[in-house]
């Protein structure tokens, strides 16, 4: 079992000291020590936040922020069960930070986040991780993905997004046309259902006949689908 995050001790963090770690357990999950850890060079604060396996290798994800609360750098790794080297230059990946991941499959994942490569305010892209690389999603070029859902029974997958290309969500009463997606295969890609709401949006899970729409607020909303 493995998990990432942030921290120090309570001496080492009054010093400035922080560090993003990647921690593994051999007990499931009783206890967990660290394998890898990123220093914050004693400025702002740094973590790892992200974790997806593709093949045999685990990815990691995370930022550093200076002390003014800026990103100062995406210190993204892969795990080959020894040690986490950052990834190579010629990785899609290895200057995008990262907001949000999801685990498809034991060999794939969905990432969403920025290129830094693509200018100072970079457009928020999806990408298919595989043990390969990772390529982008053309087809959900100018959508924010917010949330993935695999439905084991069939193998489907929902996505759930807005319009635009901010990784900024919409504010609370602005009025914003959602989008559920539904594919197999990462490769061709249909819109299931499209609707417009005032709260901001989060999650979409379908169970028992029903596709649920979770909100930032904390409502719950279920529809009747096919």
Known sequence: VYAVGSGNTPDGWKEGNIYGF??????NGK???PVDKEWNGGKGDSRMVHLVTAGPRLYLFGYKIDNTGKLASVPNKVWDGKTAAYLSQDHTLQLTFVRAAWQITENAGVVTGQNLLEGNNPPMR???LTAK?????????DRVVVDVFHRADTGEFLLLSRPGTSPT???NGATTEWTVTLTT???TFKDVLKFPSSVPLESVAWWQG?????TASGQLYRTQAN
Do not use: C, N
């Not at 990772?134 to 959900?140: G, M, N, Y």
């Not at 029903?210 to 979770?214: A, P, V």
């Open 22 to 27: 990647l921690w593994r357990s051999s007990d």
């Open 31 to 33: 206890t967990f020590a």
């Open 126 to 128: 999806t990408w298919l």
């Open 133 to 141: 690389d990772a390529a982008v999603l053309d087809a959900l070029k």
């Open 169 to 171: 969500p919409p504010a």
């Open 185 to 187: 295969d990462f490769a």
């Open 210 to 214: 029903g596709l649920y729409i979770g």
